[in-house]
């Protein structure tokens, strides 16, 4: 079974700053995808970027990019210019061959103005 | 257009009571999931749908769950006998196919309290 783990259950960034947030998984398969999603307090899940495994260049969706270390299995979303929006639960997924979805537990990410 | 629509938002049921709880896919989106969130936890795969087939059921807890979709777009997941311990959000998903390939839209969620 594969695992998702994010180590960081909160973090604050002063707006307009970057702000970095980690993730690792645990896979022996060699195919997969990868995702962030964000959750705001009306608990509908967006997603935010993804990254498919075979891609060696790193996944970036305007103010929002991603370190993809597939050796060593981490998967960091990096926020620039962080604005009050940005403010909620942030989810990193994982996604196999077999249509499974794996979430980690999440990091609340609070935008100080 | 709509989105991914959940009824209801909220339902509080008394344990050992009987529950359905509903989803509204985006029209034309075959595939459909089903997941539970419990407090300070991210979501937990429950079922995959693809069409009207239960293409992966093997998130579900145990025999109380039960999810169908039996004609390839509402969905409905039943839960009976219910527990406290099944006191959580129950989102749902829907995507045009396989979600490696098109963006997984969620839903709200219902809220489910078992007193």
């Known amino acids: 079974a594969q695992t998702v783990t994010q180590s960081q259950p909160e973090m604050s960034v002063q707006e307009a700053e970057t702000v970095t947030l980690s993730c690792t998984y645990d896979?022996?398969?060699?195919?997969?995808?990868l995702f962030w999603y964000k959750q705001p307090p009306s608990r509908q899940m967006i997603l935010v970027i993804r990254?498919?495994?075979?891609?060696?260049q790193n996944a970036t969706e305007n103010r929002f990019s991603v370190n993809f270390q597939k050796a060593a299995k981490s998967f960091s979303l990096k926020i620039s210019d962080s604005q009050l929006g940005d403010a909620a639960m942030y989810f990193c997924a994982f996604l196999n061959t077999g249509n499974q979805f794996y979430f980690g537990t999440g990091t609340s990410l609070t935008v100080i103005p | 257009g709509a989105g991914v629509s959940q009824t209801p938002s909220n339902k509080v049921t008394e344990k050992g009571k009987y529950v359905e709880l509903r989803c509204d896919p985006i029209?034309?989106?075959?595939?459909l999931y089903w997941y539970r969130q419990s407090l300070g936890q991210g979501p937990e795969f429950l079922i995959y749908?693809?069409?009207?087939?239960?293409?992966?059921d093997s998130g579900l807890p145990n025999d109380r769950f039960f999810a169908v979709r039996p004609e390839g777009s509402v969905s409905t997941l039943k839960i009976q006998r219910t527990e406290r311990g099944d006191s959580a959000v129950y989102l749902c998903a829907s995507s045009l196919g396989p979600v490696f390939s098109y963006e997984q839209y969620f839903g709200p969620g219902t809220r489910l309290t078992v007193t």
């Open positions: 749908f693809q069409g009207t087939g239960a293409a992966d």
């Open positions: 029209s034309g989106h075959t595939a």
């Open positions: 990254q498919e495994a075979y891609k060696q």
């Open positions: 896979t022996s398969e060699s195919d997969y995808y």
